[in-house]
């Protein structure tokens, strides 16, 4: 059994900053929650994913029933273990401090 890593504190939120076309920024916020052994990647009050843990760090993307949805996410951390960086759909994430 892979252990949810420690993010601290809980419902951690990660942030992408995006310049689009016309240099027009766009910010994406996510936030994520233990529930029944997985995280939930959270969008406001929207559920956007689910993340099972198959190694320290590393995710599989999952649907509502808990089916992999094909993607896979991973947490880079820094010398002294804090998260540094998520990396989810194709984007690099960094947490709230």
């Not at 190694?55 to 649907?63: F, S």
């Amino acid at each position: 059994m892979v252990l949810l890593p420690q993010l601290t504190p809980p419902g951690t939120q990660f942030s992408y900053s995006n310049a689009g076309s016309a240099c027009a920024v766009t910010k994406t916020v996510y936030e994520l929650r233990a529930h029944r052994g997985h995280l939930r990647v959270m969008s406001g009050s929207t559920v956007a994913a689910h993340l099972a843990f198959y190694r320290k760090d590393h995710a599989l993307v999952l649907d509502e029933s808990g089916r992999p949805q094909g993607g896979r996410c991973n947490f880079v951390r820094d010398p002294q273990g804090a998260i540094n960086w998520w990396l989810f759909a194709a984007a690099l994430y960094r947490p709230h401090r």
